[in-house]
């Protein structure tokens, strides 16, 4: 059973989701840091506060802190355009490579004639 643990974490696909997750937490702070110290104080300039996180809607006994909730929404909006970025990034880089790889050198060429030719002969 030890065996087969070590045999799965060694796979690839375990250790880059396992930095992805590492990498993805310590972004998900730089993202929050950057919502409330800097987007959320220029939209409160707009909308008169400067603290998204204490709007409070209060019914009753009730709170709805809809303040925080706008947080994560513009978390989120963040985060997923800055994957969505780096993604077609990555996508743009592996379609290069493709085209690298799918163009057949000029020796290729030669020997696809070469075999072209000789299956014409033979016949």
Do not use: W
């Given at each position: 059973m030890l065996k087969e643990f070590k045999i799965f974490i060694a796979r690839g696909n375990v250790i880059d989701m396992a930095v992805g997750i590492i990498v993805g937490a310590a972004f998900t702070s730089i993202v929050k840091s950057l919502v409330n110290n800097l987007i959320n104080p220029l939209?409160?300039?707009?909308?008169?506060?400067?603290?998204?996180?204490?709007?409070?809607?209060?019914?009753?006994?009730?709170?709805?802190?809809?303040?925080s909730f706008l947080n994560a929404v513009i978390n989120f909006l963040i985060i997923s355009f800055v994957v969505f970025l780096m993604v077609k990034?990555?996508?743009?880089?592996?379609?290069?490579?493709?085209k690298k790889i799918e163009t057949p050198s000029e020796e290729v060429m030669y020997l696809k004639e070469i075999t072209e030719l000789l299956k014409k002969n033979k016949e």
């Open positions: 939209i409160g300039l707009f909308i008169g506060r400067i603290d998204l996180s204490n709007l409070v809607l209060t019914v009753g006994d009730a709170q709805f802190k809809y303040g990034a990555i996508n743009t880089f592996r379609k290069k490579e493709d």
